[in-house]
C-alpha cells in the first residue's frame, strides 16, 4: 500500500457506498491507495458500479411493477378526480408521469442503501414517505426551473397522500429483499425461486376467478352502457 | 445437482481467479489476478465487484467477511470461494475452450497451435 488518502475524502467515499458493501470496497480501496487523487480517481469508477450492482441485487422485478404502477395510479387518479381535463390534456400524463417516476427511483435507491438486517417495523411507511418526498422535492425544483411542467398542488397533494398509502401497502406486503432471509452466501431470492413451481392453493384460486369475473361484468356492463 | 448458466468470458475470468487464489481471493487480489489474465486489456476494479456479485447470486460463489487488518483501514475483506456449482461451470467452459482452440488448431494447421503452445508456455512461465 502507498500512502493512505485523506480521511475526509474516505469518509465521503463512505457515506456514498451503500452499507451492505461498505466495509470491503472501503478496504479493498484503502489497500490499492497510492495517495489521495489516485484513491479519488478510484472511487469514482468503483462507486457508479457498486451502486448499480446493489440495485440490481435489491430489485425485485414483479415487486417494482407493482410499486410503478400504484404509483401512477396514484397521481393519474388525482388528477382525474380534481381536474380530468389536466388528463386528457396536452402533456397531461407525461408530467403525471414525472413525480411517480422520482418516487420510484428513490424507492430503489432506498432499497439499495438499506442496512441488511436492520429493518424497522414502520419501515414500509418510512420508504413510501421517503419516495413521496423525493416527488415533492422534484415538483419544488420544476416549480422553481419550469413551471410548466410541474404538477398543480392539489394534484400533487392528493397524488402523493395516496402514493403514500398504497405504496406502504405494497412494501407491508412485500418487504424488499434486504430484509428477507437470505445470506451473503446464498442464491439471489429470485433465483432461489426460479426453481419452485409457484403454487396458488384452492382458496386463492377461487378469490382470483372471482375477482376476474367481477372485473369482467363490470366491463360488459360499462361497455352495454356506453353502447 | 442443477446445471449451471453458460457463463461469459469475463465471469470465466473471475472465477479462475478465484480458483487460483485459493482462500486469499478478495477484491484486490482478484482484481490483480484477472488483469494478469486478461493482459493486455485493463479491468477496471468495479467491474469485479459487478461480476463477483452477479456470482454470487447465480450460486456459483460463496463469500465470508474476514478479520479486519491494519493495513486496510482496520476494514474487513470479502473472501470469496468457488461454489460446487461454479466448479462445475468452469469445468465446462474449460472444455468447450479446449474444443475451440483444436477446432481452429485443425483449420490453421498443427504449426500454428505449436506456436501459440509454445507462446502461452513463455507467458506462464
Do not use: N
Amino acid at each position: 500500500m502507498g500512502a493512505p488518502p485523506h480521511r475526509i475524502v474516505e469518509k465521503i467515499v463512505g457515506f456514498l457506498l451503500p452499507p451492505a458493501c461498505r466495509e470491503e470496497v472501503l478496504g479493498d480501496l484503502h489497500e490499492r491507495s497510492e495517495g489521495t487523487w489516485r484513491y479519488l480517481a478510484d472511487a469514482l469508477a468503483v462507486l457508479p458500479l457498486v451502486i448499480v450492482s446493489r440495485v440490481r441485487r435489491t430489485l425485485d422485478p414483479q415487486v417494482t411493477l407493482m410499486e410503478a404502477f400504484v404509483l401512477c395510479l396514484s397521481f393519474v387518479g388525482a388528477a382525474a378526480y380534481w381536474d380530468r381535463a389536466f388528463v386528457s390534456g396536452s402533456w397531461g400524463l407525461a408530467r403525471l408521469s414525472i413525480p411517480a417516476a422520482v418516487a420510484l427511483l428513490a424507492l430503489k435507491l432506498s432499497d439499495a442503501y438499506a442496512r441488511p438486517g436492520r429493518r424497522q417495523p414502520l419501515a414500509g411507511a418510512s420508504d413510501a414517505m421517503f419516495a413521496i418526498g423525493m416527488a415533492f422535492v422534484s415538483q419544488a425544483v420544476l416549480l422553481i426551473g419550469s413551471p410548466d411542467v410541474a404538477l398543480p398542488l392539489w394534484i400533487a397533494s392528493c397524488g402523493g397522500g395516496l402514493g403514500v398509502l398504497l405504496l406502504t401497502l405494497v412494501r407491508m406486503l412485500f418487504p424488499p429483499f434486504a430484509d428477507r432471509p437470505v445470506g451473503a452466501a446464498g442464491p439471489a431470492f429470485w433465483a432461489r425461486q426460479a426453481g419452485e413451481p409457484v403454487r396458488i392453493t384452492g382458496g386463492v384460486a377461487r378469490v382470483v376467478k372471482g375477482a376476474g369475473a367481477v372485473l369482467l361484468l363490470a366491463l360488459v356492463y360499462l361497455l352495454l352502457r356506453r353502447s | 445437482m442443477p446445471r449451471p448458466d453458460s457463463l461469459g468470458q469475463f465471469e470465466q475470468l473471475v472465477l479462475t481467479a478465484v480458483l487460483l487464489l485459493h482462500d486469499d481471493a478478495y477484491g484486490v487480489t482478484i482484481h490483480g489476478k484477472v488483469q494478469d489474465l486478461a493482459r493486455p486489456k485493463d479491468i477496471s476494479l468495479g467491474a469485479v465487484y459487478v461480476t463477483l456479485d452477479r456470482l454470487e447470486d447465480k450460486g456459483l460463489l460463496m463469500s465470508r467477511l474476514s478479520d479486519p487488518t491494519p493495513e486496510r483501514g482496520g476494514r474487513a475483506k470479502r473472501c470469496y470461494r468457488l461454489e460446487a456449482l461454479g466448479e462445475q461451470a468452469l469445468q465446462e467452459s474449460a472444455v468447450t475452450a479446449k474444443r475451440i482452440f483444436d477446432g481452429i488448431a485443425e483449420v490453421w494447421g498443427k504449426e500454428w497451435a505449436k506456436e501459440w503452445g509454445k507462446r502461452w508456455g513463455k507467458e506462464a512461465g
